[in-house]
């Protein structure tokens, strides 16, 4: 069938044509053979024009499609819908990107971006006349989700799968669940404390059948792809067979002579090498920390049920969808960054919130009674100089909330905030209104010249040059300097590395789309949830975790998926196996096979993502890239490489 090629150039409002001439790209792309149809469209993605290409293509005008609009990021799955109702094979259609490519990078130089919209409509025009119809491959389901990290969003999304009758695998690398939430007294906008949620949610999933638990789990392998995931997970015991009496546990933790640093507090106390120490530590089974364990025996003699002779063991599992919510770190200021690690009264905002969590009659830091306090903000977050651009959304609130929580524990505080402008959002302005009403003082510092931490005459001195006093410099005498610091991605584990999961400039993982598809990665099946993604608070990442739980459900809710068939293929006349192609692919995609007592490459499409890594190392060219041939991609250049 010869092609009748119809072309379609989107306006996008004015965001392409104020700085494309779209009529000509237009009146250029009716001069192309094969093109028998050329228009201009307002919002090429608006429900009218989809009808008006479905109706050109079922009345027979044209049986092959070019859009020239936006980021195919965003609509080429629109597009290809259109194609699909309108009776025609969805990759019969090719888009070509004239907004990001050309409108928006050239917006100084129209005629220099009309010239290269030009040249994309044409390549686009060229690729489209190789199109063929290829059908999706379809694989059946594992109709199992893993959900890796047990923090609200993840406990959230765990149980909202459940509830929609999927077997759930969540996992956790802590030996107790709750993440950083079980951290925190009382939250923001609310008189729940984290442990009253963390409870909630925790009561949640050992309730649920279709739930499954592992603590001290860590994801170490991957293969498959949507619908089929093979995961290997390694599991580290607590060295504790079962429940022990609480008052025999008591005694176990009380006799241990090993003392290291509490990370659930911070460092700012220390725990024994077998602990459990707070009640929002779920599950209520005390852990041995095998780091730190001298096997002095002392334990064993209180508690029956401590077990030396676990071992460190490995599971498989098949899911067809992953989620991830593995949350975030605080941010460490650097040694001497306003004063930490250098005056003994310099803290971060988190070790501040367990002080006051952990003090009952009155606040002290290092056996000194607390009165004044300092809080300097944005301390890892909208930096000048650092990797930490962002602002991390959360800080603002928490620190107001956190004041007014510890003034209403311990009278008589003094609170003082160092900003550089508050951003209390939404109802959280309210905290803003009743710290400012309660007399706590704020003062504010342009970016370039953020507060001073130093020493007078063994006295802490915070000085700032307040842009609300028209500059005055002023100085306040504190007890005890709060850096209010920011989220940052977690640095260790391997997710990243095992899953092939992209960051960000701000290195979260990276979503698709922050609007329209804000819960989906690049990795097709592997959604994301929470802080891991980009500073959230408690509120939104659980939002997150049940959008994530509704777009993962969408991956196993059938019993067959359909997947991407632009993958790659092997010519075996000519392939001789050089294992070239199996070392660059980045999906383990590609294997050696015997065919016909040859050795040769094969490639599982339900893998494979189409990436192209294989194509350039094959020295005798035996692989071709579906809806990218040589041939299409020569045609492509061969245009761009016209002068027009």
């Known amino acids: ?111 220099g971006a009309t010239a290269k919209a030009v040249q994309l409509v044409r390549a686009a025009i060229a690729k489209v006349r190789f199109a063929t119809a290829i059908e999706p491959i379809e694989i059946q389901t594992q109709q199992a989700v893993l959900v890796i990290g047990a923090g609200v969003a993840g406990m959230k999304a765990a149980t909202s799968l459940a509830k929609m009758g999927v077997k759930v695998y969540l996992i956790e690398k802590e030996h107790f669940i709750g993440g950083r939430v079980a951290q925190w007294d009382v939250l923001c906008l609310t008189e729940e404390t984290g442990k009253d949620l963390v409870t909630r949610f925790y009561n949640d999933v050992v309730m649920d059948k279709d739930i499954t638990l592992f603590t001290g789990a860590e994801l170490i392998e991957s293969s498959g792809s949507k619908g089929n995931f093979k995961v290997k997970i390694k599991i580290t015991p607590r060295y504790i067979k079962d429940f022990c009496e609480k008052e025999k546990m008591r005694r176990a933790i009380e006799v241990c002579p090993v003392e290291v640093i509490d990370d659930f507090n911070f460092s700012i106390t220390k725990r024994k090498a077998i602990y459990h120490n707070f009640p ?44 991830v919510a593995t949350g ?90 160092f900003t550089r402008g508050i951003r209390t959002y939404g109802k959280q302005e309210m905290f803003f209104y009743e710290a400012s009403k309660q007399g706590q003082v704020f003062l504010q510092s342009f970016e370039d ?79 994301i949830a929470g802080a891991c993604q980009g500073p959230q608070n408690v509120v939104e990442a659980i939002n997150s975790a049940l959008s994530a739980a509704i777009k993962s459900y969408s ?26 192609c199996a070392k660059a692919c ?23 993502k189409g990436c192209g890594m294989c194509l350039p190392v094959c020295p005798v060219n035996a692989i071709q890239l579906k809806t990218f041939s040589d041939d299409e991609v020569e045609k492509m250049i061969g245009v761009l490489a016209q002068e027009l």
């Open 280 to 323: 929002s530590q779920y599950p209520l089974v005390a852990v041995i920390d095998m780091k730190n364990c001298t096997r002095c025996g002392k334990c064993e003699k209180e508690c029956d049920k401590i077990d030396f002779s676990q071992k460190e063991k490995i599971i498989e599992i098949d899911v067809g969808s992953i989620l």
């Open 555 to 580: 991956f196993v809710s059938r019993d067959t998926l359909q997947v991407e068939p632009i993958v790659a293929e092997i010519d075996a006349g000519l392939c001789t196996w050089c294992g070239a």
């Open 328 to 417: 975030f770190d605080p941010y460490t200021p650097r040694k001497g960054e306003f004063g930490y690690e250098e005056y003994d009264n310099v803290i971060t905002l988190p070790q501040f919130k367990r002080l006051v969590a952990i003090n009952d009659k009155e606040l002290k830091w290092n056996g000194r009674q607390v009165k004044t306090i300092a809080y300097i903000y944005c301390v890892g977050s909208r930096q000048l100089e650092g990797e930490n651009k962002y602002c991390s959304r959360y800080c603002c609130s928490t620190t107001i909330c956190a004041a007014i929580k510890a003034g209403e524990k311990f009278h008589d505080l003094s609170h003082f905030h």
């Open 449 to 527: 010249e953020p507060p001073r931490v130093m020493r007078k005459n063994d006295r802490t001195i915070v000085c700032i040059n307040d842009i609300l006093t028209n500059r005055r410099e002023i100085e306040v005498d504190a007890d005890l300097v709060v850096l209010v610091t920011g989220m940052v991605p977690r640095s260790h584990g391997r997710i990243s590395e095992i899953l092939k999961l992209p960051r960000g400039r701000d290195r979260f993982f990276n979503e698709i789309h922050m609007k329209l598809r804000p819960v989906e990665t690049v990795i097709d099946g592997v959604t």
């Open 586 to 608: 980045p999906f383990d995609a590609v294997t050696q096979i015997n065919l016909e007592g040859k050795e040769i490459a094969s490639v599982n499409m339900t893998v494979c």
């Open 1 to 111: 069938m010869s092609k009748k090629i119809g072309v379609y150039i989107c306006r996008c409002g004015c965001n392409i044509s104020d700085y494309v001439d779209v009529e000509k790209v237009r009146a250029s792309a009716e001069k192309e053979a094969d093109v028998v149809l050329a228009k201009t469209m307002v919002f090429a993605c608006a429900d009218s024009s989809q009808k008006e290409i479905i109706n050109d293509i079922q009345n027979g005008v044209i049986n092959s499609f070019v859009i020239a609009s936006c980021s195919p990021k965003l609509h080429l799955p629109t597009f290809q819908a259109v194609a699909e109702r309108a009776g025609l094979n969805k990759y019969e259609y090719v888009h070509a990107n004239i907004r990001e490519q050309a409108s928006w990078a050239h917006s100084d130089d129209k005629e």
